[in-house]
């Protein structure tokens, strides 16, 4: 079965910083994109960032550029995504997933979410 659990979230003021970590499980997780994804309720969903398998490719939503890194660990089955200079815009439900929209891969999979609340 394929999982993912999400954790770092928090509250936080503007301009502050948060640290959100993924673990997977349950698939072949060095053959696949990974992607963050942001949902606030009566919006769409947003894919804000996706990383490579073993290539260093990423890529970032125009509205987290230059603010959030994302990385991942294949032997420890974990990306994170560092959020640095957060906006209360910023504030969402993050959620982890297998496979990146922006690539051209679907995404069939993803976790529950953590929540992160910025405060201005």
């Known amino acids: 079965e394929v999982q993912f659990v999400e954790s770092g979230g928090g509250s936080v003021q503007a301009g502050g910083s948060l640290r959100l970590s993924c673990t997977a499980s349950?698939?072949?997780?060095?053959?696949?994109?990974i992607g963050w994804f942001r949902q606030v309720p009566g919006k769409e969903r947003e894919e804000v960032s996706c990383?490579?398998?073993?290539?260093?490719?990423?890529y970032y939503a125009d509205s987290v550029k230059g603010r959030f890194t994302i990385s991942r660990d294949n032997a420890k089955r974990m990306v994170d995504l560092q959020m640095n200079s957060l906006k209360s815009e910023d504030t969402a439900v993050y959620h982890c997933?297998?496979?990146?929209?922006?690539?051209?891969?679907?995404?069939?999979?993803w976790g529950q979410g953590t929540e992160v609340t910025v405060s201005s």
């Open positions: 997933a297998q496979g990146c929209t922006n690539w051209g891969v679907p995404v069939p999979y």
């Open positions: 990383i490579g398998t073993n290539d260093g490719r990423t």
């Open positions: 349950g698939f072949s997780f060095d053959d696949y994109y």
